[in-house]
């Protein structure tokens, strides 16, 4: 019995230790800024006709 509860508190103890790991284990600094941010739906809408076009 004995042996049984030491094998279950170091599966215990190890699947902490992989939780622990992955959770703090991420960058330095945090992650990299975003050279360019994505451009919203409003800058690419195709639906609106440019001035110098003619109307369709």
């Known amino acids: 019995m004995t042996l049984l509860l030491l094998e279950a508190l170091g599966a215990l103890l190890l699947f902490v230790f992989i939780v622990w790991w992955t959770m703090f284990a991420g960058r330095k600094r945090g992650e990299p800024a975003d050279a360019d941010p994505p451009a919203s739906h409003?800058?690419?809408a195709t639906?609106?006709?440019r001035s110098d076009e003619p109307p369709r």
């Open 42 to 44: 409003t800058d690419t």
């Open 47 to 49: 639906d609106t006709p």
